[in-house]
T-cell receptor, first 116, second 116 residues
Framework: AQKVTQAQTEISVVEKEDVTLDCVYETRDTTYYLFWYKQPPSGELVFLIR??????QNEISGRYSWNFQKSTSSFNFTITASQVVDSAVYFC?????????????FGRGTQLTVWP | DTGVSQNPRHKITKRGQNVTFRCDPISEHNRLYWYRQTLGQGPEFLTYFQNEAQLEKSRLLSDRFSAERPKGSFSTLEIQRTEQGDSAMYLC??????????????FGPGTRLTVL
């Protein structure tokens, strides 16, 4: 079965706080891809990052960082020094390589609210 | 604008009517996906095209739903005899890639369907 679990439904922080969004996935595929998307209030999903299962290096992009741990099937996302503009719903998604390279399996999302 | 476009952005219809949505992908992308998103949920996969070939359909895609991509460019999603349960945001995404890679999907703004 392919499944993504984002246990945190809502998170509220005050501006400049660091925040980590959790993502746990399940797949039997040995090769797969993981993604994070942001959905701001305007509604359009914005691609943030793609990682493949062979690359466990953590990645940093500005205030964003991602921690991929295959041993715990987790792909967590940290925003450092959060800003009001980070307020959005964040989705983690799984793309199993063993399927038709088509569908993504999304989690239910985490609503992040950053207060000024 | 070179992003994914969808029309219409909003559609209100009465139960039992047919509706059709259009998606124009990023021009160089050979893959096109349809997803459905209901309130508080992540996008759920509906179907996927590689060029003009429909390669995968979800069980969510009942026989009232049909999707086409006749020339491998734009795509249409038709819902016949709409039901109130069809009310959702219908998202289109596109990506490039071959059988050996799995590139990120870029999403359009969605068509919000309300069935009265």
């Amino acid at each position: 079965a392919q499944k993504v679990t984002q246990a945190q439904t809502e998170i509220s922080v005050v501006e400049k706080e660091d925040v980590t969004l959790d993502c746990v996935y399940e797949t039997r595929d040995t090769t797969y891809y993981l993604f994070w998307y942001k959905q701001p209030p305007s509604g359009e999903l914005v691609f943030l990052i793609r990682r493949n299962s062979f690359d466990e290096q953590n990645e940093i992009s500005g205030r964003y960082s991602w921690n991929f741990q295959k041993s715990t099937s987790s792909f967590n996302f940290t925003i450092t020094a959060s800003q009001v503009v980070d307020s959005a719903v964040y989705f983690c998604a799984l793309g199993p390589r063993g399927s038709t390279l088509g569908r993504l399996y999304f989690g239910r999302g985490t609503q992040l609210t950053v207060w000024p | 604008d070179t992003g994914v476009s969808q029309n219409p952005r909003h559609k209100i219809t009465k139960r039992g009517q047919n509706v059709t949505f259009r998606c124009d992908p990023i021009s160089e992308h050979n893959r096109l996906y349809w997803y459905r998103q209901t309130l508080g949920q992540g996008p759920e996969f509906l179907t996927y095209f590689q060029n003009e070939a429909q390669l995968e359909k979800s069980r969510l895609l009942s026989d009232r739903f049909s999707a086409e991509r006749p020339k491998g460019s734009f795509s249409t999603l038709e819902i016949q005899r709409t039901e109130q349960g069809d009310s959702a945001m219908y998202l289109c995404a596109s990506s490039s890639g071959t059988e050996k890679n799995y590139n990120e999907q870029f999403f359009g703004p969605g068509t919000r369907l309300t069935v009265l």
